[in-house]
């Protein structure tokens, strides 16, 4: 009989190893799914992991994109593992993404075709309100009705396309396009555009930003009395009310950071890599970045390596797809399979396993 026994304690050694862990069988598993495919294994696991960064012919390519992608994973990561340190489970950081993108770039459009200086910095603010006002809704319902924000931040996701769809087809449609739906490009017209900042680096103002919160989340959670009360509401909620944590306010404060932390990620996007409001703007970010928290254990260091990894699975996939004829949802399949295993070898840091016969086990 096989049983789990609560520990007294989390175990550290899971609790660090538990990624590594996980990524491998990932690797392993993912090599399976492709053999059945029909697939070479090994080659679609080096194409994915491997060429992107030292192959002579995609390096050059590929490298800069690394952190072009990193960019928005971290960035909407920290502000989701804030939350979820807390027990606050925002999962429509897509949406919020796509809000503040929308909001951000209307913005610019509506000042088109100015170049004054001014109108980006502008634009990032308002795509940041965008989406601290989009995760203030399954915040505003939860504190006021005992709504459950995992189901209200989810459903908003589905709003948020048909806001994006309706936008791209009909009022940020470009005019001078000749019918066919987008916004006009942003990253083409100064005063709008999110540059490269160090030539093949891909380094851009999106990249900064994910930097600066990672830095500012770590002080944070380690200097500041609120980071303080962040994880006792998390590990001991009784406690944390007998502490004084005023759970209407750490909900509100934890949804609008990591709602305007995703809303800044859309407009660095929108403003740069994209280039434009489209139909299909939205890249799944939002929901990749809660494997990225996740994966990087809710620490702001273990979120800029794991969004690091995660945006090498994007390049490498995209690769796999090229080369090799990998189709897309295998890729998703894969990117998925992560999250399945950290998720399950964290049972590990909690409990033990013990074998036995069930006369012993009673």
């Known amino acids: 009989m096989i049983r789990l026994e609560k520990r007294p304690m989390p175990s550290r050694f899971w609790s660090l190893s538990t990624p590594v862990i996980a990524v491998v069988l990932t690797m392993i598993a993912g ?18 992991f491997w060429d992107p960064l030292f192959h002579p012919q995609f390096a050059s390519y590929s490298r800069p994109q690394l952190l ?28 919020q993404y796509i809000i503040g993108a929308i909001c951000g770039a209307a913005f610019g459009l509506a000042l088109y075709p100015s170049e004054n200086i001014l109108i980006f910095p502008g634009m990032v ?19 006021r009705f005992r709504t459950n924000e995992i189901l209200v931040s989810l459903l908003l996701v589905y709003v948020a396309e048909a806001i994006l769809a309706s936008a791209a087809t009909n009022w940020l449609r470009n005019p001078e396009a000749r019918g066919f739906p987008g916004s006009r490009n942003l ?4 005063g709008t555009d999110n540059p490269e900042l160090i030539a093949g680096t891909g380094m851009h103002w999106g990249v900064v930003a994910a930097f600066i919160a990672v830095i500012a989340a770590y002080v944070l959670l380690n200097r500041h009395v609120l980071g303080y009360q962040i994880k006792l509401a998390g590990q001991a909620p009784r406690a944390a009310r007998f502490a004084g944590v005023e759970p ?4 509100l404060l934890c949804l609008g950071v990591s709602g305007a932390l995703a809303g800044m990620a859309g407009l660095f996007e929108v403003s740069g890599p ?24 809710l620490h702001p260091v273990g979120i800029l390596l794991a969004g690091l990894l ?34 399950a070898l964290d049972v590990l840091s909690n409990f033990r396993i013990r074998f036995g016969t069930g006369r012993a086990a009673a």
């Open 31 to 48: 090599g399976l799914m492709f053999a059945a495919l029909g697939q070479d294994p090994v080659e679609a696991i080096r194409v994915i």
């Open 68 to 95: 072009v992608k990193a960019g928005p994973l971290i960035l909407i990561a920290i502000g989701l593992s804030l939350g979820f340190r807390a027990g606050i489970w925002n999962i429509g950081a897509e949406g």
């Open 125 to 143: 603010i308002v795509g940041a309100l965008g989406g601290w006002a989009w995760a203030m809704i399954p915040g505003i319902l939860k504190t």
């Open 187 to 190: 990253a083409r017209h100064p």
């Open 248 to 251: 209407t306010r750490l909900v």
């Open 274 to 297: 994209a280039g434009q409001i489209s139909i299909d703007f939205n890249s799944g970010y939002g929901f990749t970045a809660i494997i990225v928290a996740f994966l990087g254990r």
């Open 310 to 343: 995660m945006a090498l699975t994007y390049i490498g996939g995209e690769l796999a797809q090229l080369m090799l004829g990998v189709p897309a949802p295998a890729i998703q399949a894969f990117q998925g399979m992560l999250l399945f295993f950290l998720l």
